[in-house]
């Protein structure tokens, strides 16, 4: 009899299944694990949860936590290390490994080799071409940098969201185009979708992690004046510099640090514009997010953003100049005619690329080319 097709999970290092829970993503993240497994993959998750019982991905899945291994975050590496031959009754199980973030799975190749189970260097996002976009060095750059390009280069397969992706790690990592696949991150468009009845309660919203990179400080300058209620969800480290800076502009900011990935089409939903201003994405989930419940974006010319909003179309892209910025928020909260325009397409689109559905058919088609050796 053919043993069942087992697919291994590895986290990034030191995230487990309560991380995911703790910030809310924890459905979103398994959801292409559990269509996988409706398809007939069997799933383990390699975590680094370091309590007995992590949470339930919700389907039938087994979990290996790095429990009873409780020790620092520091010591913590050691097990890392130590993973493949501590994990080995697990592991020797899978026919196929794949990586959350290529970047932060060093242990995969060696695992890979040593439980004989293909590997799939999968990232949402390439840490080498970020590093390079922002200007970021210095020897942990580097380190994680070395990392993915060790992990890409042994992988039997590479997964990256967008062309352009792809192209940086055939340029910069010497790996074959004809060894990476281009699969967009995905989103539940069951979830994510438009409410025609919710009622608008807020005029400016972005959804994220609140640090310089998300130029949040520029989208306060930009509404200055207007009168705008405006709301970010998420946290992180510029969480009272925003709050401070909101104030002596006189902006109406609320933010909220934590709200679970199912309740986020309520928020997407009551707002007239999204607004994202990163200098940079990798292929940012939130934006697909508020495009599939039909939200009239606002983003900036920067690289990710721009490769998801088609501009005038889509949605609408700017310069990261405070009075563009303006210009754009208002054009859209003074036509509801444009909003819903966009909005509609916007859904349409992302219907095409990127829903659960067809993301989680690419995955299934990858998946059996890698386990049947082509």
Not at 110 to 119: C, F, G, T, V
Not at 218 to 237: I, N
Request: proline share 4%; aromatic share 8%.
């Amino acid at each position: 009899m053919a043993k069942d097709r087992t697919l291994g999970v590895l986290t990034s290092n030191g995230m487990g299944l309560s991380d995911w829970e703790r910030v809310g993503t924890l459905a979103r993240e398994v959801a292409i694990y559990k269509r996988l497994s409706e398809n007939g993959w069997d799933i383990t998750f390699f975590t680094y949860d370091q309590t007995k019982h992590p949470p339930s991905t919700g389907f039938n899945a087994i979990i290996v936590p790095q429990w009873p291994f409780k020790m620092s975050s520091r010591l913590s590496r050691v097990y890392r290390i130590l993973l493949p031959v501590i994990r080995y009754h697990h592991g020797r199980k899978c026919d196929i490994l794949i990586t959350n973030q290529a970047h932060s799975a060093g242990a995969a190749v060696i695992a890979s080799r040593l439980w004989k189970s293909k590997l799939i260097a999968r990232c949402g996002y390439v840490f080498g071409e970020s590093a390079e976009t922002l200007h970021r060095r210095g020897v942990r750059v580097s380190i994680r940098k070395g990392a993915e390009k060790f992990v890409f280069r042994h992988a039997d397969h590479c997964v990256v969201p967008t062309r352009e992706l792809a192209e940086w790690v055939t340029e910069n990592y010497g790996v074959l185009r004809s060894k990476i696949t281009v699969i967009p991150n995905y989103v539940d468009t069951n979830l994510f979708k438009p409410f025609p009845s919710s009622k608008k309660h807020v005029n400016v919203l972005f959804v994220g992690r609140l640090d310089k990179v998300k130029r949040l400080e520029l989208l306060l300058e930009s509404v200055r004046g207007t009168g705008l209620t405006v709301r970010f969800v998420g946290s992180g480290p510029l969480r009272r510099t925003l709050l401070q800076k909101a104030e002596d502009n006189e902006v109406d900011l609320v933010i909220e640090q934590r709200v679970s990935n199912e309740k986020l089409p309520d928020y997407y939903n009551s707002a007239d514009v999204f607004v994202l201003l990163s200098e940079w994405e990798g292929h940012p989930k939130v934006l697909i997010e508020a495009m599939a419940c039909g939200s009239a974006c606002v983003g900036a010319k920067a690289p990710g953003i721009q490769n998801l909003l088609v501009d005038g179309e889509t949605g609408l892209l700017v310069d990261p100049v405070p009075q563009v910025v303006q210009e754009a928020i208002m054009s859209l909260v003074e036509n509801k005619k444009l909003r819903q325009t966009l909005g509609a397409n916007a859904r349409a689109y992302t219907l095409k690329y990127y829903s659960l559905d067809v993301v989680s058919d690419r995955y299934l088609s990858i998946l059996n080319e890698v386990l049947n050796g082509q």
